[in-house]
């Protein structure tokens, strides 16, 4: 069905939109239920424009875009862009398209680094498009200033990949891929203090790089956007609806196999933008 013909969200009062094109933001949706129990949410998970990360700065506000102006026609309130990468790279141009708040994650760099001692270094981990783009190292540069040659960003495409695919639901099979990821980052970086998790997927891994890595301080961009949500918030019943678009390459079946396996009792409706 189109946007248009969508009615399942007309019992939802003022929802707050929450999107991303994989299974990473239901982390954030989960955040705000928890944070904030009585807000109704309106969950898109966009696998038709699926990976937002490996798109250009165009393509990505275009994909963005149409979803967003989709949750605002099914009577989104606010809407939260629940992805770093177009996050940091065009969050701005998008809030210009839109009537209703948009919120974004981003790596929390200033309060982050000052949270660590001495001259140690805090990694931002993320998607490649995010870690090589020109607005991280800009954003890194406005929030630290001088401090800047104390964060360092690293690409973790593999670890966002094991969320993706779900392995990560193994512990098995994640620990060594963790495990060999902070051992080359405390091999290049001896003054290792802390981790961003800087894609909405690398916080499923939490857990896992805590048991790996114990005692290294680990950043979720998403406690901000909780705290940010607070004048936002509409109470409602509490309700979730959750819609999904899909592709050949990315049928609704496989999204609704990683909600299985979660064990979510969610049942996403098919959209198309």
């Known amino acids: 069905m189109t946007v248009e013909t969508f009615t399942g969200a007309d019992a939802l009062h003022r929802p707050v939109g929450i999107f991303d094109a994989g299974i990473g933001s239901y982390d954030l949706v989960r955040r ?25 700065e165009e393509a990505l506000l275009a994909s963005v875009g149409r979803a967003a102006q989709a949750l605002e026609s099914l009577g989104a309130a606010s809407i939260i862009l629940a992805s770093n990468a177009p996050s940091v790279t065009v969050l701005e141009p998008l809030r210009a398209q839109m009537r209703v708040p948009v919120l974004g994650v981003v790596p929390p760099v200033r309060s982050a680094l000052a949270s660590l001692p001495g001259e140690s270094t805090l990694m931002v981990a993320g998607a490649s498009v995010l870690i090589q783009s020109d607005a991280l190292a800009q954003l890194i540069e406005d929030a630290v200033g001088l401090e800047a040659h104390r964060v360092h960003a690293v690409a973790a495409d593999d670890l966002i990949g094991l969320v993706e695919s779900g392995a990560f639901l193994d512990p098995e099979k994640v620990e060594q891929p963790i495990a060999a990821f902070i051992a080359a ?89």
């Open 32 to 56: 705000i239920r928890a944070a904030y129990p009585r807000q109704d949410v309106l969950y898109l998970a966009d696998r038709a424009s699926f990976p937002y990360g490996a798109k250009s």
């Open 185 to 273: 980052l405390r091999s290049q970086h001896r003054r290792l203090g802390g981790l961003s998790l800087s894609s909405t997927h690398l916080p499923w891994l939490a857990p896992a790089i805590a048991r790996v890595a114990p005692g290294l301080p680990l950043f979720d961009p998403a406690d901000q956007v909780v705290a940010d949500f607070a004048p936002l918030a509409t109470p409602g019943s509490g309700r979730l609806v959750c819609i999904a678009t899909a592709s050949e390459e990315h049928p609704l079946d496989e999204f609704q196999s990683m909600l299985t396996r979660l064990r979510l009792d969610i049942t996403p409706a098919l959209i198309e933008l």
